[in-house]
């Protein structure tokens, strides 16, 4: 499968941003995908793992970010709220066939980043 992010920018701390990321080749819905996000000088962070009917938030954006998908479109949603500085980095939308959504581990389709900026 192969994963198109979009939608980063930037905003000031309390905003809000959605990116965006679009599947093609294979039926995205099958897939067990995820968002990473990588800050400069630091490792790369797994955000959210989610299949079609679960998603599994790490503590850092519990409450603040959500998933949404449209499989009409092929598209996966993550909405950002209530953001702050450390939020700032290039995120990335991921792909794996199998495996646990609440696991970063096994992910082999990545998708090229979309970088977020968070001032404050």
């Known amino acids: 499968v192969q994963l198109q992010a979009s939608g980063g920018g930037s905003v000031q701390a309390g905003g809000s941003l959605r990116l965006s990321c679009?599947?093609?080749?294979?039926?995205?819905?099958?897939?067990?995908?995820?968002?990473?996000?990588?800050?400069?000088?630091?490792?790369?962070?797994?955000?959210?793992?989610?299949?079609?009917?679960?998603?599994?938030?790490?503590?850092p954006v519990k409450g603040r970010f959500s998933i949404s998908r449209d499989n009409t479109k092929n598209t996966v949603y993550l909405q950002m709220n209530s953001l702050k500085p450390e939020d700032t980095a290039v995120y990335y939308c991921v792909a794996k066939s199998s495996g646990s959504y609440y696991s970063?581990?096994?992910?082999?389709?990545?998708?090229?980043?979309?970088?977020?900026t968070v001032s404050s």
């Open 22 to 59: 679009a599947a093609s080749g294979r039926t995205f819905s099958n897939y067990v995908m995820a968002w990473f996000r990588q800050a400069p000088g630091k490792e790369r962070e797994f955000v959210v793992g989610f299949t079609r009917s679960a998603a599994y938030y790490t503590d």
């Open 104 to 116: 970063s581990l096994g992910f082999n389709s990545w998708g090229q980043g979309t970088q977020v």
